[in-house]
């Protein structure tokens, strides 16, 4: 991946242009500098925050992805991860150590994974997961307009994917619709992880640090929530919120980031 | 954990058995023994005797909790997304706990310590946790159990206050999670038990927010701008139309005393629980200690609570429960049946004496309200006596006369443009049911149909009474409905009628 940083650099340097610095790496995706608007926020807090544009992975990491990863890195493989860093179910969809099996096909998104092995698989790569701004300011985005609130068919997909469980066998990462931005899967085929996933806490105010908790788990949370008819925004808060960094889940998976 | 784990090992006796027989159970009545004094110290260090709960679908209750001392219950609640039976050819993702809606039935003792396990399946595609109104601490125990899939939760809590409480999730954005089906009861028996009584039953309300209209067909989605403006398509009885109907109705024998342990989960809206044609004797508040009210009609139920309801059953019959909020009992799934099986007592309902002809106000009144037609214009005079014997009115005079009864009685279920109401009442417009077979439809107003039948290829289950209609009214309003909104299947003469009356039901 440095390679890849470095080919970036050096083609910006050559064409001069502000275009060319905006050359994504293979395989990811430019989202550029903009607003995210955080569901939750302390009374002195902006209303939004800017995100400086950032590269991020067009799909998921798969399964054949993360086996090159545990091929290399023989302590994150099922048999010799440390109890620490991920429980006992981590990736028990597989058939073994180095096998995919029937129920992890290789171009599915890899799940079962804790946060540690994320993070440590991107970091392998030379990449990073993305922050909860950064995802959500993917995500924020429709098929059609770099506002997906003002997409119903973006809205309704979310909705449609909710309305059925997971499936045993999960479907090829990067086959569904891209966005504006050509990221594609972001919020319809499984839960991904962010780099900090628990940093849902009321900032400063730490004698009230129980208060976001309760926000999440009664009907006044909607109170002081930016939008209260987000439905799936307020599903990733509680979804983020219910994790533990070694947590194994089998509908969470990840992808990875990258600064400009 | 380990502790607890090794605790729950350590004993096996489980709660008592399934309702039924509770009359044989001892009670002390309601009284209270006074307030469970508050306990101090660690829930796992706890030296009570330990027992698993029995949870119950709806609309089974566990049997009443014999032991008088507190115990260290252990609840196992599974959470599973499943795909269910809505109504008729309408499938929903409902969220469960237990597997189906509303959630499995908890009995616990006033002073119990309940440990409380959520497990949340690993083909779960969200986190959950559970909120019990019994719970006092933060969240109602939301605040300990936020469970992601393939996880489990534990908490405990002291049972400090008996009654009936509602439990649900918690979990942003609650009212889908709700109305979703993550609701049910948690008793919490007061010391001295409760009276004893005959029938113990579960039923719980709750709304389904499609995105398609009451009655479209196929797997429908939730549609969070109709939670948000609280206009849902379907407002329910134990997760789905129909699940207290026909074969499924709750049933009880004359003379007995039927608990009903009524819920409203929500997420919205006030129910107006009413069972047509019975008084309900007592109603409990929440607390389930005290008699509230005697001699009750309808109980208002707020969305996020309970009532303990109770009832003799003097008489015989099918007896509808219903939100009496009545929009939602005849189009939107709220209705239920009880079965009160045995002798009809003749002083306390005497059923139809008579039905005699009226040409008065009355009659005017249902002309006036009907809705003009073309042939109304011309409106032939109605022979209101019995016919003259060989005279046989016109098709016209009939047919009038049949109109009268239908708007009389029919219309009500039927609806007035004879298309019935979807998964509730079969249309008499275009039944193929009805064209089939002109021997059954006479017998049907005359000795009532009752169980599934199938009409234009949708299954209705439900309960027609005989209607108390002479056999010329029977002839007309056949012929009228057999003549009516594009339905030309013949007409039903006086003698058809008569000759019916001698068929097998």
Redesign the interface.
Known sequence: MTRHLTAALVLGACLAGPAAAGQPPAGMALVPEGDYAPLFRAKDDPATVRVPAFYIDVRQVTNADFLGFVRANPNWRRSQVSPLFAES?YLGDWSGDLELGPRAPSDSPVVLVSWFAARAYARWRGLRLPSTAEWERAASAGFTSANGAADPAYREAI??W?????P?VLPAAGSGRPDVYGVRDLTDLVWEWVDDFNAMMPGGDSADN?GL???????A??ANARD??D?PA??R???R???GAA??????GFRCAKSL | MESARRLAAAARSILLGASGCLGLAVAAGCSREGETAIPSGSATTSTLPVEYALLLPAPKVPGPIARRHPAHVIVDLEVR???RHLANGVD??FWTFGGGVPGLFIRVREGDLVELRLHNH??????H?I?LHAVIG??GG??ST??????TSTFSFTALHPGLYVYHC???????HVANGMYGLILVEPKGGLPPVDHEYYVMQGEVYT?GRYGDEG????D??KA?DERPAYVIFNGSVGSLVGDNALTAKVGETVRIYFGNGGPNLTSSFHVIGEIIDRVYGDGGARVLDRNVQTVSVAPGSAAIVEFRTPEAGTFVLVDHALSRAFGKGALGMLKVAGPENTAIYSGKISDTEYGGTAAEVVAANSAPSPESAAKPAVQEAEDLPGVVPTLEVRMERGRRVYLMACFACHQPDGRGLPYVFPPLAGSDFLKADKERAIRIPLNGLTGAVVVNGRTFNNVMPPQPFTDRQIADVLTYVMNSWGNSFGTVSVDEVRRAHGTAK
Do not use: W
């Open positions: 179910g909705l449609a909710l309305s059925v469980p997971t045993p129980s908790d309760r926000d999440l788990v009664c009907g949370g909607g209260f008819t439905y307020f599903m808060v509680a979804f919120s219910s994790l947590y194994v889940v089998p509908n969470l | 997304e499943l795909v929903y993702t690993p083909t779960s595609k969200l986190p946790n909120d933060p969240g939301a605040a936020i469970t992601a899939p393939g996880h918690g979990t942003a954005p609650v009212p889908m995105a797997l429908q989605s939730f969070p701008d948000g």
